[in-house]
């Protein structure tokens, strides 16, 4: 069955630390695979896409076929990076994962 | 900027009740979704409209759960009767394209449901 794991549901650093929010796939085909941000009173909003290989605010994800996992990862975290992430699948329609809330002290 | 609307923000019901909610997409988003977010998960896709055909309903509780978009604009999501497991945020998204891939969801900002 296709399922998106997110291993950590609280991932706690200081602000300028390296953030890594983790995220595996199980998926037999070609994925297609989201991060979604949730900032506090705000709406669930989509962040990057794979398939853009962009990078927004200052975070990128490398799709790793080999390791079904696409991890998301910025190297200085801030403050206003806190928030709740969910790595999402493309199967015709949005499987997400469980979240993992990112708290960046200062 | 558009934005999807949801009403009512919060409700609070007592099991066996009908609780039904509302959905405005953003102008000209012809596919509409119904998620379910249960507290300390992710999102899962209840039903998804293309106007107003149901695409995927395949986790909709069908004996307790209809979902309709009449004209293909608004929607509404009904349970009836509620029980103490619906508890929980019930979010609206809608995107300018269907199964397509690399397509974006606009999410609304959930209604959340007490049943005591």
């Known amino acids: 069955a296709q399922r998106v794991t997110q291993p950590e549901k609280l991932l706690s650093v200081f602000k300028g630390a390296p953030v890594e929010l983790k995220c595996n796939y199980s998926?037999?085909?070609?994925?297609?695979l989201f991060w979604y941000v949730q900032y506090s009173r705000q709406r669930l909003q989509l962040l990057l896409r794979?398939?853009s290989r962009e990078s927004i605010k200052g975070f990128t994800a490398d799709l790793n076929k080999g390791e079904t996992s696409f991890h998301l990862k910025k190297p200085f975290a801030q403050e206003e990076d806190s928030a709740m992430y969910y790595c999402a699948l493309n199967d015709d329609k949005l499987i997400f994962g469980t979240g993992t809330r990112l708290q960046v002290f200062p | 900027e558009a934005e999807v609307a949801q009403s009512p923000r919060y409700k609070i019901t007592e099991k066996s009740q009908a609780v039904a909610f509302w959905c405005d997409p953003i102008s000209g988003h012809a596919t509409l979704y119904w998620y379910r977010q249960i507290l300390g998960q992710g999102p899962e896709l209840l039903v998804q409209f293309q106007d107003e055909s149901v695409v995927d309903d395949s986790q909709l509780p069908k004996d307790r759960f209809s979902a309709e978009r009449l004209k293909g604009v608004d929607s509404t999501l009904k349970i009836q009767p509620a029980e103490l497991g619906d508890s929980a945020m019930y979010l609206c998204?809608?995107?300018?394209?269907?199964?397509?891939?690399?397509?974006?969801?606009?999410f609304g900002p959930g209604t959340r449901l007490t049943v005591t």
């Open positions: 998926y037999s085909g070609s994925p297609e």
């Open positions: 998204a809608s995107s300018s394209q269907g199964a397509v891939r690399s397509y974006e969801q606009y």
């Open positions: 794979h398939i």
